[in-house]
């Protein structure tokens, strides 16, 4: 069977403007919050992305009519059936696990089949799993494939988490909207993500205020009307091609971003010594290696965020000395490293902590084990002296909208091939 590979010819200079999508991780819950709703929805700023036509087709099994047109969904739940998902969509989608919250709201009980997704090592619900508990769900997971939570009713509950964790949070504000009496979640993530969750929630009727903060509050309704929401930019979509810029670009113009929601590495590329000019929602970035070497930590939000942990990577081989990336939210999420020394980098990864020397890249035949790893592969490739091939390319469709064309248009030497 013939498998789609990316490849890269390295050492152009990029030069253009990016449109940034709507942000994958609103998306993901979005949609699911969606069937939610008594009256017709409409997203509007999706990204195009496998990730969103999963979802959509996850709708679908539930006798729900969703249009997915250019960036627009339209979601109509009038015929709406709680039916089980115990199959290969939710194997394939990690952030499917916001079926469970929405449709415990929607149905108080659902059956559905264990998330999937990138492998980032132990990334367990249990946090979920507590607050769905918390709110009076029974879950039985007496199967070893899905899952089934019930309630008779759901009531209201002071939850805290004991690490903080966006999922978790999103989910159970998904399921609290529509408990009796008052949630209140503790120690909650701030993504802007949250954020932009709990305004669609509130825009079809939902009580919840917090959202951002470390504490989110939310007074149960007895029903969701429909509403129009569009989805915020996407911050790592941004981050990735800032960074994109900075190892291989002229003059780069990115729009449609919130440049609050990249502050974090945008501090960081400035550490480093590149040129970045920021306007109200884009920013010019220019590269101007070689650079000054730095540490990076991932942090929860408004840290650095693990997703740009990888992305970030291939611009420190351009600095001046050694640099050091501590991963604190998902200690493995460094797979990125052997395939970076096929390319002849100089770079090692030890209890959470990579250390990554100035080198000249070489093209080679690398793995994309995980969505950002993809992207860390691409921005070497960029950099690299001959052409790299990337295998596993679907990682990378999951969460970038069209990169190759992107890119392509921007001055890369990148195309697609079809390899036995």
């Known amino acids: 069977m013939a498998q789609e590979v990316i490849k890269i010819r390295g050492g152009q200079k990029l030069k253009g403007k990016v449109e940034i999508s709507g942000a994958k991780n609103s998306s993901v819950a979005i949609i699911p919050a969606a069937l939610m709703a008594e009256s017709p929805v409409t997203l509007d700023g999706l990204p195009e992305i496998s990730d969103v036509e999963t979802l959509v087709s996850l709708l679908e099994d539930l006798n729900i009519k969703a249009a997915l047109k250019d960036r627009t969904l ?25 079926m469970m919250g929405a449709m415990l709201g929607r149905f108080n009980k659902c059956v559905i089949g264990l998330p999937g997704g990138c492998p980032l090592g132990p990334r367990p ?19 070893p494939t899905s899952m089934k939570l019930e309630a008779e009713r759901l009531v209201g509950a002071n939850i805290y988490l004991d690490i903080v964790s966006v999922g978790a949070t999103i989910n159970i504000m998904l399921a609290a909207t529509r408990a009796e009496g008052q949630t209140i979640i503790e120690n909650a993530a701030k993504e802007p993500e949250v954020v932009d969750v709990a305004n669609f929630l509130n825009s079809m009727g939902a009580k919840i205020s917090g959202a951002g903060t470390s504490s989110i509050k939310i007074t149960g309704v007895s029903s969701l009307s429909g509403s129009r929401h569009s989805i915020i930019p996407d911050r790592i979509e941004a981050g990735t091609y800032m960074c994109i810029a900075a190892a291989s670009g002229e003059e780069m113009v990115i729009d449609n971003i919130i440049p609050e929601h990249v502050e974090p590495l ?10 970045i000019e920021t306007g109200d929602d884009y920013m010019v970035v220019k590269a101007a290696a070689p ?29 001046d000395g050694p640099s050091f990336v501590t991963e604190t939210i998902y200690p493995e999420r460094f797979k990125h490293v052997p395939e970076l020394q096929n390319m ?30 993809g992207a860390c592969l691409i921005i070497a490739g960029l950099i ?9 390319v679907r990682h990378i469709y999951r969460g970038y909208s069209n990169i190759v064309g992107t890119l392509k248009e921007l001055g890369a030497d990148i195309w697609i091939e079809q390899q036995a």
């Open 125 to 143: 619900i249990d946090q979920h799993i507590k607050g769905f508990k918390a709110l009076g769900a029974k879950i039985d997971e007496s199967n």
């Open 74 to 98: 339209s979601i109509d739940t009038t015929d709406i059936k709680n039916a089980p998902l115990p199959n290969n969509k939710v194997e394939s989608l990690r952030a499917s696990y916001y």
């Open 266 to 275: 945008t501090v960081k590329l400035k550490e480093l010594g590149v040129k």
């Open 291 to 319: 650079y000054k070497s730095v540490d990076i930590k991932t942090l929860v939000y408004p840290g650095f965020a693990t997703d740009l942990q990888q992305p970030i990577t291939p611009l420190l081989f351009l600095a």
């Open 384 to 392: 690299a002296e001959g052409v790299t091939t990337i295998y596993n």
């Open 344 to 373: 002849k980098a100089a770079i090692t990864a030890d209890q959470g902590t990579a250390t990554i020397k100035p080198s000249q890249l070489v093209g080679a035949d690398v793995y994309a084990s995980d969505l950002r790893a």
